[in-house]
């Protein structure tokens, strides 16, 4: 019978790079070859957030209510939580070039198809896909990190990890400007000639890489239910990743259609801008991996919890302060919690890579589905909670999520 737990062991193919060295012997890849890999997990990421700062607009042009366009990230978010499920085992068992490529592609038509779309529900539609494909992030970082000798392992993933991270930053500036500016319809159309790119440089300058499991697809999607069962350090870590992206999630997905609305009157641009509140995460990304080595990766998770939880309760001032007031608070408000997400979610990978390293892959898969079915609901209840009974309901669902997040990692 075979194991679920495989180790890769690299064998040169016919015209690919040779890979099949040890680590030992292994040659760091070329600048040139890692600045790809993170544009190109930059690139991917970023198309589940261009929705985002855009909504306002998409309501208006499409004539649809602020629910439907609210369902635009979550099943944006909900098909990325799928895909990382149902296609990630794919990296383990085909070709990760083939497999990078292919979604790439896919990616890259339903972008066309969200730019063409005629209606709220055929944008729906390519959300969901664009979703399920965007997940080739996930299979680049691994990708990273069996090109890259142990030695330099760290400062590789480091790498692509930081061009994933700018992808989510810049995605919702570069959107919001563009939609009000060009229209909405562009942005896709960058977005899918963006992803063509990618998938042309990826195909030529990545090696073929050995499948590092024999084991069915059937066999892989039963083996992460087993390490679920097995580890409950990765359910701890899955759940209260995925309470804080509720809150996380909520707030990106309402915060176009309130800026857009009286007293505010602003524009995608305006929304779009309060996406740069993610460099605090970006940049702490780093300090928090050297937090978790020192100190451990539990009190470093209770610590950004804790920042996500006082970041959403400052919203509860929302109703006595003038706007000029308002828009101050909510760019704290967003600089703290999502400071406190990206150091958790440093924290959260430190903990389930530590648990079985022979699993990591799948491991990781069931931290970025809690994370992002979070993502879906938080999408959901904000934008139904926005227009049934405005901003302090949002509000008080993030801070909620965000103390049931604290009390699990306490718990833990």
Request: net charge positive; glycine share 10%.
């Amino acid at each position: 019978m075979e194991s679920i737990h495989e180790t890769y062991r690299p064998s040169p193919l016919p015209g690919a790079m040779a890979l099949s060295a040890p680590a030992r012997e292994q040659s760091e890849p070329g600048l040139p070859l890692v600045l790809l890999l993170a544009l190109s997990a930059g690139l991917a990421v970023a198309s589940l957030y261009y929705t985002q700062p855009m909504l306002a607009v998409l309501s208006e042009d499409l004539h649809a209510s602020t629910r439907a366009v609210g369902m635009l990230p979550m099943l944006t978010q909900l098909g990325y939580a799928l895909g990382i499920l149902l296609l990630s085992p794919l990296g383990d068992r085909l070709d990760r070039r083939r497999v990078i490529v292919a979604k790439a592609l896919v990616l890259g038509v339903a972008l066309l198809l969200a730019a063409a779309a005629p209606s709220i529900h055929v944008l729906l539609l390519a959300s969901l896909a664009i979703g399920l494909s965007a997940t080739l992030a996930q299979d680049i970082v691994p990708a990273a990190a069996t090109l890259a000798p142990e030695a330099h392992r760290g400062r590789v993933v480091g790498t692509v990890m930081t061009g994933l991270l700018l992808g989510i930053l810049l995605s919702r500036v570069i959107s919001g400007f563009t939609a009000e500016h060009f229209g909405w319809r562009t942005m896709f159309l960058f977005a899918a000639a963006g992803i063509a790119a990618i998938a042309a440089a990826a195909w030529k300058a990545l090696p073929r890489f050995k499948p590092t499991s024999h084991l069915s697809y059937g066999a892989l999607l039963r083996s992460v239910g087993h390490l679920w069962k097995a580890h409950r350090d990765v359910r701890h870590a899955a759940i209260a990743q995925g309470l804080l992206s509720v809150g996380f999630s909520a707030f990106w997905s309402t915060l176009a259609v309130l800026l857009h609305a009286e007293p505010f009157h602003l524009g995608s641009t305006a929304a779009g801008a309060f996406g740069l509140a993610g460099a605090a995460g970006a940049f702490a990304a780093p300090l928090a991996g050297g937090l978790a080595d020192r100190h451990g990766a539990r009190i470093v998770t209770r610590v950004g919890a804790v920042l996500a939880l006082v970041s959403f309760a400052l919203l509860g001032f929302w109703p006595w302060l003038v706007p000029s007031a308002r828009l101050v608070l909510l760019a704290i408000t967003a600089i703290g919690f999502d400071l406190g997400f990206q150091v958790t979610l440093i924290a959260h990978q430190s903990i389930v890579y530590s648990v079985d390293p022979a699993a990591r892959s799948r491991l990781n898969a069931l931290l970025i589905v809690g994370m992002f079915i979070g993502m879906s609901v938080g999408a959901a209840l904000g934008g139904l909670l926005l227009a049934q009974w405005g901003w302090l309901a949002v509000a008080a669902l993030a801070t909620s999520a965000s103390g049931l997040a604290l009390i699990i990692r306490f718990r833990a």
